[in-house]
């Protein structure tokens, strides 16, 4: 099999991704200890790195622009290049929201401390593993585990419906916690939005594997 | 029905086979692309499909082509119509020395289609109209053919191929020894030209193929790889082989 230029174009574009995808990893891990360990000096540390994975965002948009245009790819290197150009921003966005989660937790750590919410810890635990393992199968192509992760995502939503009430309860019951219990809210909301990009994220394996669009779809994907 | 219907074709360059057992189905008004490596049997085939390869001493050819039903490989196949109904452009432009307005008449006039001197202008024009040529060289019909420039002249060999109102119009890499633009408007004019014929286009170029194509046939080693829809093809083939070729990792 001969050496093509374009291998080594796409070789360099999945380490992007990876690197793009650590960062992000990265950032919604810290930003979750930032708020469970009541840490503001970390949270604003996930702030400032967000400006670095902008700029990781932007090379990757250029990259996939330039091998469209130059090398225009086909087949599964043309499936990849799309995949790659649309789970960036998705990636993106999860840090984003890594950011916002850190923006809440320098307000929440400002005021009284609210009781732990064992829902907020299975939305965290499983939006940081459902993250690693959807880069994983992206990077592997596998569509198998992508399907699995998919499905894992009603565990989050599922968590987040709890929370909710959980949490509106707190506020009603306690109106001094409003502040707090509020942003929690909002950390709630940010970590199902994760689930639903994490699903993204598989979705797109499973085209750039099998050429196949299960998006909105609903079963039998 | 299918406008051509080719099934079990093998062909024979003496005792070599350059094609083996190719089946498909081309509908009409619809433009096919033929792609493969260099000696993988395209040209071949196409030439089958309006029997120029009977050009060639020591070919022989087995297996069914039909056109709108009919064996084109039956001993009572007029080739002479044939030809006429399956016209052909070639990869070099290849016009008569003569001019312009000669090159387009000629086939119009050996062929006795028209109806007088006027019948004859007016069928000219309308074949250089449909080759996208009318309006560069309306002012200059009488001049040599060999003043127009390489796209130019490419598309006065299409204007002459339509003159004779073909159904099919088979062209062999028409635009590989062209330039971007002249390129470009030859891809426009088979575009433009599926409302009126059925094109079959041989092609080194995949983007070519992938541009202006409904279906896309690949072949290799004279035997037919893949025939798909041409979105199919260039976004996800069935065949591991095709990917290969498409995405060059050989050839």
Redesign the interface.
Known sequence: MEHRIIDQQLDVLRDKVLLLGGATEEALHRAMRSLVERDSKLARQVLDDDKIIDQMEIGIDRMSAEILALQQPAAHDLRLVISVAKITPVLERIADHAGNIAEAALIINDGPQVKPIADLSIMADNASEMLKQALDAFMEEDTEASRKIIRQDKIIDDAYRRAFGELIGIIINDPTTTTSAAQLLFVAKHLERIGDYVKDMCELTVYLTEAAFIKHSRADF | MSKISVSNLDFYYGKAQALHAISLEIPQNEVVAFIGPSGCGKSTFLRTLNRMNDTIPGTRVEGEVLIDGNDINEQKTDVVALRRKVGMVFQKSNPFPKSIFDNVSYGIQINQIHKGKADLQGRVEKALRNAALWDEVKDRLNTSAFGLSGGQQQRLCIARALAVEPEIVLMDEPASALDPAATQKIEELVVELKRDYTIIIVTHN??QA?RVSDRTAFFMLGKLVEYNRTDKM????DEKL???Y?????G
Do not use: K
Not at chain 2, 246 to 250: D, E, K, L, N, V
């Open positions: 995949m983007q992938a260039f976004t996800n083939p095709t990917e290969d498409i995405t060059g990792r050989f």
